[in-house]
């Protein structure tokens, strides 16, 4: 089988890795075929692993005049060019990585015969209501399967027989050495994350503050990019003024992502990920993985990785204080958190395997 998968990325994000895993995961059973915005810095990785990519100038909708009138004609044009690939291709599949893309359902209302598949990668509710609902409503007319990446996200989608949860794949592999949980004088904090508004960068700025003038052998690193977009860098940039302006400067660092994310994940005794909301988190599984301890939020995806004060620590999003008084617990104790990484490291490799994921998607491409 072909299966084309469209990603509106233009950078590394976690719903891109989710796919590529997939793709690679199942390279042996179908075809895989990418879809990416023009404007994506990932053709070239795609490319060097021997998958076909196309690239169409993709219009996300947004709060502009400009935008909203071209957005129409902008998918009406894609949709044909996309029409096109699937026949040159000899598509059997379309997977549409985010739902709030529609060139899956313009492609079957004109004329596309194969199955379309539409993943639901963030919380329907953090959408306005019209979009939310125009998504939603032509995910489930449309596709084959409506596939949420966690429970939390399926309980924020309409009760329907098409609609379905299965967690990602989980294709990770240690090649570094077992973590080492020796008591340290400076006891690291990572927050791995690109530079996203709601992300929690700000929360966990604020909380580490306060727990650094009860605990200063600590130091906290965040890491990430700002994904080539403005808004982002002005996100960052606040970020590290506030850092100064709590004196921060000797126990905070900004570090653009290390490519080796084991190697970051296991070079801290805590990772932190205290987004406003998240369907899943892959930062978290990660961290979980490798055998790192995690502190997040109670935002939706983090509660099905991080099992609170058995694997974890989970606190309310926004609620510094719990996020400050968790910091001080974990990095206080150096056997908590060698207990919590380990529990948490046994708890994600049995419950996100491999071959259960395969098994749901054989599933899902045989059924009628």
Not at 31 to 59: A, E, H
Not at 180 to 187: I, S
Not at 244 to 253: C, D, I, T, Y
Not at 276 to 288: D, G, H, K, P, W
């Amino acid at each position: 089988m072909t299966i084309l998968i469209i990603d509106n990325s233009t950078a590394f994000t976690g719903a891109f890795k989710c796919a590529l895993n997939e793709a690679e995961l199942l390279s042996g059973e179908h075809r895989f075929i990418f879809v990416l915005n023009k404007n994506s810095t990932l053709v070239q990785l795609l490319r060097d692993k021997g998958i076909t990519v196309y690239t169409l100038p993709m219009v996300e909708i947004k709060r502009s005049i400009s935008v909203l009138l071209l957005y129409p004609f902008a998918l009406l044009r894609n949709t044909f060019t996309l029409l096109n690939i699937i026949g040159k291709e000899q598509v059997d599949a379309i997977q549409v990585n985010d739902f709030y893309n529609l060139l899956g359902a313009t492609s079957k209302i004109f004329g596309f015969k194969g199955k379309l598949l539409t993943y639901v990668r963030f919380l329907p509710f953090v959408m306005p209501s019209p979009l939310r609902n125009l998504w939603v409503g032509l995910g489930l007319r449309y596709s084959h399967k409506v596939i949420a990446v966690s429970d939390a996200v399926l309980k924020q989608l309409p009760a329907h027989t098409k609609a379905v949860r299965m967690y990602d794949p989980v294709q990770l592999t240690e090649e570094l050495p077992e973590k080492d949980y020796t008591a340290k004088e400076v006891v690291s904090i990572l927050y791995l994350a690109n530079y996203i508004q709601g992300k929690g960068q700000d929360a966990a700025l604020e909380a580490f503050a306060q727990a650094y003038q009860k605990n200063d052998s600590i130091k906290l690193t965040f890491m990430g990019g700002d994904m080539g977009l403005e808004k982002n860098r002005e996100f960052k940039n606040e970020l590290e003024q506030r850092t100064k302006e709590f004196g921060l400067a000797s126990a905070v660092n900004f570090l653009p992502f290390n490519n080796n994310v084991e190697q970051s994940i296991k070079g801290a005794d805590i990772v932190l990920n205290f987004s406003e909301a998240e369907s899943f988190s892959m930062t978290c599984l990660e961290a979980a993985f490798y055998g790192t301890a995690l502190i997040a939020t109670r935002c939706g995806g983090p509660e099905e990785i991080v099992v609170h004060e058995r694997t974890g620590i989970t606190v309310p999003v926004n609620d510094i204080n719990a996020m400050r008084d968790a910091i001080l617990a974990l990095t206080s104790d150096t056997e908590l958190r060698k207990q919590y990484a380990k529990a948490g490291k046994e708890y994600v490799r049995h419950k996100f395997n491999i071959e259960t994921y395969k098994q749901q998607m054989r599933q899902i491409l045989s059924a009628t």
